[in-house]
């Protein structure tokens, strides 16, 4: 007998104040524990959190929401118990809801454009979203493919980061068989060894890469393309490629005494750091532009200075929290109100110790015996926007001082590097070396000069949020499906059956 579905309470956001699920004790993220910070709400909890969105009418959180989500949908299918069908839902529009609802910066999208934002508390959408898949997929949630008609094509889909995700599980959707290439062992990208372990549980995408098989994905990985297999060769076998080959080229700020002993760039920090917490010997490739398997300093005690206010940022200055340092300062050139991280996070690292310098622009690393000692920063003040609109960062005349250091993690962000075999196949950069792309208004979305190969994510929008990547590999897929439709793809050989029909 099922359960009559509860009426709704149009107060509920007056009786129920907002609520995020129980958090690990500080005590315990300060002596180490890794886990995600955030637990799971329970059945109650969430269907209470869910039946505080006021339906508004004009949501503002789909819109703000690069995915678009059918968000005041699927939370009242969550409020009603109707977990299966919310998951559904989220996955029309969403091909990782359960690792956007973990790691995107809802304050800065859905949620800080929630109607109850002012004043009341937004609705508590990532984590209803993240409750929503997890209960689903524990159940037995798979994705219906019991309609999809094989299309006969094929496409590989180069990087399994969360671009090329998206892309492989649209076009399994649409009777495409997708072969995900990358050069990692493992499939996720920073998903897996980027992002810190207390965002993203790393048994969520291990998860996910079932889902996904379940769906038809293959996987080949450890495999680098370019390296191991050409794009001549993908052309060959497969009637479309999709390029999801990240940002990952770090931005050093061109400081003196970088190559000093501790002196660390921040994602080889947080990919070799993921995989000792993870107990992951490195089997793959290294990043261009530096050896991603560095010796990791031992933090104990130590005094640890992060350059950088995004969430690489944060996601280092928490992590050197869980890896014993004494102190950790973040360095940040513009005030807290133009940091671009997430504030949650910048909450959250502030909570859990660490101690936050804004309008500092570093201008040297300081050192003794070949190893640093300290950044030499100066005070700044806001001054007229840039080409991007931020307020620039002056530097103000006689405030220089110095910051005391045993180790230093520059994370001024990261720039797509273009593969050079990307060119003899006539496929275009942007002067800033991004992949060029028809965009998603294009006739065939994200198609770039080479009529069968398509990109997005990172390498074509320049370091983003998953949820971008996410988008842009979903609208690629959507380019792709409609090329092969229209009769593109590979010229395949002729059969016995054509030579007759001829």
Known sequence: MTKPIPKKNVFEFLELPREMP?????????????GELYGRFNDEAARHQ???????????????????????????????????EAATLCHETNPLPEICGRVCPQDRL????????????????????????????????????????????????????????????????????AVVYDRYEQIGGLLQFGIPSFKLDKSV?????????????????????????????????????????????YTDGGLPGQDLAGVLPALPFLVQNGRVVGGVQSQGRPIAGWEDRIELPDLKGRRVVVLGGGDTGMDCVRSAIRLGAAEVTCAYRRDEANMPGSAREVANAREEGVQFLFNRQPLELLGRDGRVTGVRVAETRLGEP????????????????????????????????????????GIE???????????????????????RVFAGGDAVRGADLVVTAAFEGREAAAGITRL?????????????????AA
């Open 50 to 84: 869910a039946g505080r969105c006021l339906d508004c009418g004009n949501p503002y959180c789909s819109w703000k929401c690069p995915l678009h989500n059918y968000i005041p949908n699927w939370l009242e299918l969550a409020r009603e118990g109707r977990v299966h």
């Open 110 to 177: 859905c949620e800080g454009s929630c109607t109850l934002d002012d004043g009341f508390g937004a609705v508590t959408i990532g984590a209803v979203e993240k409750y929503i898949v997890d209960r689903a997929v524990a159940e037995g949630w798979r994705p219906d493919l019991s309609r999809v008609v094989a299309s006969g094509r094929r496409v590989a889909v180069v990087g399994a980061g969360p671009a090329g995700l998206s892309c492989a599980d649209r076009l399994a959707r649409a009777g495409i068989d």
């Open 386 to 425: 840039d080409a991007n609109g931020r307020r620039r960062a002056e530097t103000v005349e006689g405030s220089e001082s110095t910051l005391t250091a045993d180790v230093v993690i520059i994370a001024f962000g990261f720039r797509p590097d273009a593969p050079e075999w990307l060119a003899a196949h």
């Open 205 to 249: 995408v291990r998860t996910r890469r079932a889902i996904l098989e379940g769906m038809g994905v293959v996987f080949r990985l450890g495999v680098e393309v370019g390296r191991d297999v050409s794009l001549d060769a993908l052309l060959d076998e497969y009637d479309a490629v999709f390029l999801g080959l990240g940002s990952y080229r």
């Open 22 to 34: 129980r958090r690990i004790p500080l005590a315990l993220r300060r002596e180490g524990d890794w």
């Open 429 to 451: 950069l942007e002067a800033d070396g991004r992949i060029r792309t028809s965009g998603e208004h294009g006739t065939h979305p994200y198609q770039t000069a080479h009529p």
């Open 484 to 500: 092969l439709r229209n009769g593109g793809g590979r010229e395949l050989p002729a059969t016995a059956d054509d030579a007759a």
